[in-house]
């Protein structure tokens, strides 16, 4: 019998994901992360990013931004700013945000203000890179 680890995605929203997975790749914030079962227990911060959860065959891509990842030696939970699956993301809304992003940032005087919306034009950036690759991998048109 194969080994798995369970998976738990939740965000404000509500649960975004539950299952098993032979591995999970996360966004953490010095890195991608791959987590196999019994990996040994972590707690760190995610960035916003693409999450895989591979199970067999099949890969489920989720975006996450930001938020938390606990790992146990049978457990993966991501308590995520906010997660969707992959292929609900919105490219053209995204666009617009990036855009409005980069707009905020011209001649932006307050440091607070830039900040903002320089995390805004990561995160948007982040959400366009993910759909990039569902392309790349023939997930998307």
């Known amino acids: 019998m194969a080994m798995t680890i369970d998976v738990?995605?939740?965000s404000a929203e509500g649960s975004v994901y539950a299952g098993v997975a032979d591995m999970v790749v996360a966004p953490g914030e010095m890195g991608e992360l791959g987590i196999l079962p019994r990996h040994a227990p972590l707690l760190t911060g995610l960035r916003p990013g693409e999450l895989r959860i591979i199970?067999?065959?099949e890969t489920e891509y989720l975006f996450v931004n930001g938020g938390v990842l606990?790992?146990?030696?049978?457990?993966?939970?991501?308590l995520a700013d906010s997660a969707e699956r992959a292929t609900d993301i919105d490219e053209a809304k995204a666009m617009a945000a990036k855009q409005a992003a980069e707009a905020r940032m011209a001649g932006q005087t307050d440091q607070?203000?830039?900040?903002?919306?320089?995390a805004e034009l990561l995160e948007q950036i982040a959400r366009l890179k993910t759909l990039q690759r569902l392309r790349e991998q023939g997930l998307l048109r």
């Not at 790992?71 to 991501?78: D, E």
């Not at 607070?112 to 320089?118: F, G, K, L, V």
């Open 70 to 78: 606990e790992i146990q030696p049978n457990l993966v939970t991501v």
């Open 8 to 10: 738990q995605v939740v």
């Open 112 to 118: 607070m203000e830039y900040a903002a919306a320089q």
């Open 55 to 57: 199970h067999g065959t």
